[in-house]
Nanobody
């Protein structure tokens, strides 16, 4: 089975930085597009940004400049570097990924979600 696990969340003061990781594990043949999402209290999950297989990131306008998405394909891991954090960035951050695996001779692609990691920005 494939698992995605986020890590790196925690409590940080306004203006601080955090680096989140999203690690995929299991019998993985490859990973296509990956993405970061977040859900603030009382709101729906929203897209932060995505990154293609070859490492090209795309960001929602709200986070351009403060957030940077990268990935290490050798480690099946994606990162979210968050700088100049604000209290309104407080949220649960989730990752998803288009994971490819073999089912017999067939190559299957499915989107998986991680369980989320809490980020709290507060004094």
């Amino acid at each position: 089975q494939v698992q995605l696990v986020e890590s790196g969340g925690g409590l940080v003061q306004p203006g601080g930085s955090l680096r989140l990781s999203c690690a995929a594990s299991g019998r993985i043949a490859g990973i296509g597009e990956m993405g970061w999402y977040r859900r603030t209290p009382g709101n729906e999950r929203e897209l932060v940004g995505t990154i293609t297989r070859d490492g090209t990131p795309n960001y929602s306008d709200s986070w351009k400049g403060r957030f940077t998405i990268s990935r290490d394909n050798a480690k099946n891991t994606m990162y979210l570097q968050m700088n100049n954090l604000k209290p309104e960035d407080t949220a649960v951050y989730y990752c998803n990924a288009d994971v490819e695996y073999y089912n017999g001779a067939s190559l299957i692609g499915m989107f998986y979600w991680g369980g989320g990691t809490q980020v709290t920005v507060s004094l």
